[in-house]
């Protein structure tokens, strides 16, 4: 099995055949490999360093009927990049293989990903081949000004958040701090009577937007289902 730093070695000191294959001495090809060598370095000796450079964990089902990856410990790390293009290729062989059936792709914290271009942009293509694959993409947000916030103004990472939004058919909407009420009623477009609903929805109850048509719908779940929902207090306690 290959793993990264046979790689990394095969970049730097590469191979007479390897370079003769290409019309290249091995100096030419060391040299113009050497940038790409360095990067994948990285994963076995610097900072990325343990997450990347062996086999793939035993015993890891990516076949699962639900799988879960916990991106969160490198939010802030380079390696999110990394991880979102291994998650992305698994992902898409899910759902295009034969016989894949329908998935449902949910992304938690959406405002931390988009941050990263090239993962930002993987979200827009997945949300416009969704119906395609037979995917059902979900985007799950705090509030919808940090979907905004992924760059700068202008950014592409903004315009890519905003398709995000454009490309969503079913908005689904809980109540809202009032300083939040203005920045979802530009974003979604929402009516004069929407913008007063979601200012006011006690907790358990949502704005569902479904294309031009709305409602307030109340969400119930059983005491067995709480411990996932009431994600705002620890141990029983506020």
């Given amino acids: 099995m290959e793993v990264v730093p046979d790689v990394v070695a095969a970049l730097l ?10 019309a290249m001495r091995r100096d030419q090809l060391a040299e113009q ?18 997450m990347f450079d062996g086999p793939t964990t035993g015993g890891l089902d990516l076949e699962a009927p639900l799988v879960s990856l916990d991106l969160s410990a490198v939010y802030a790390s380079s390696a999110l990049g990394v991880l979102m293009a291994c998650a992305a290729a698994w992902l898409h062989r899910a759902v295009t293989r034969p016989g894949a059936g329908h998935r449902i792709l949910v992304v938690d914290e959406a405002w ?39 760059g700068d103004a202008g950014s592409e990472q903004v315009q890519l958040a905003r398709g995000l939004l454009a490309d969503s058919e079913t908005r689904v909407i809980h109540s809202l701090r009032s ?60």
């Fill in 179 to 238: 300083e939040e009420v203005e920045a979802t009623r530009t974003l979604l477009g929402l009516t004069d009577a929407e913008d007063q609903v979601i200012a006011s929805l006690p907790r358990g109850y949502a704005l569902w937007k479904v294309g031009q048509h709305s409602a307030v719908v109340e969400h119930r779940y059983s005491a067995q289902e709480q411990w996932i929902v009431q994600t705002e207090t620890r141990n029983g306690a506020p």
């Fill in 112 to 150: 931390a990903i988009l941050r990263n271009l090239g993962v930002a942009r993987w979200l827009a293509a997945s949300w416009k081949l969704a119906r395609a694959h037979g995917v059902q993409c979900i985007a799950v947000t705090h509030r919808l000004s940090d979907l905004t916030a992924a």
């Fill in 13 to 22: 000191r590469p191979s007479a055949e390897a370079a003769e294959s290409i």
């Fill in 33 to 50: 490999s050497r940038a790409a060598a360095l990067e994948l370095r990285r994963l076995c000796d610097g900072d990325l360093r343990g």
